[in-house]
């Protein structure tokens, strides 16, 4: 008899918050595999990935303007 195919396939599993993390992280730089977009896009929740990604948003563009603010003031602007 024939196996379900359920069973030769099982669901994939939902990615968790440092899936999230890395996925967003490897889309900044636009590395991300097929095989963790098809994970991304097929079981996980899209508030998660845009959630991490407006908190990565936010720490990168804090990071410039305090380096920026450390040149200026090393320059003696």
Same mark, same amino acid.
């Given at each position: 008899?024939?196996? @379900?195919?359920?069973?030769?396939? @099982?669901? @994939?599993?939902? @990615?968790?918050?440092?899936?999230? /993390? #890395? &996925?967003?992280?490897? &889309?900044? #730089? !636009?590395?991300? &595999? ?8 097929? &079981? !996980?929740?899209?508030?998660?990935? *845009?959630?991490?990604? /407006?908190?990565?948003?936010?720490? #990168?563009?804090?990071?410039? *303007?305090?380096?920026?603010? *450390? ?7």
């Amino acid at each position: 008899m024939a196996e @379900p195919t359920e069973a030769k396939n @099982p669901a @994939p599993k939902a @990615p968790t918050v440092v899936d999230a /993390i #890395f &996925s967003v992280l490897a &889309s900044f #730089f !636009g590395v991300q &595999s097929d095989k963790n977009r098809e994970r991304d896009f097929g &079981s !996980g929740k899209p508030w998660v990935f *845009i959630g991490v990604a /407006i908190v990565l948003t936010v720490l #990168f563009v804090l990071g410039l *303007i305090a380096v920026v603010k *450390i040149m200026l003031h090393n320059a003696g602007m």
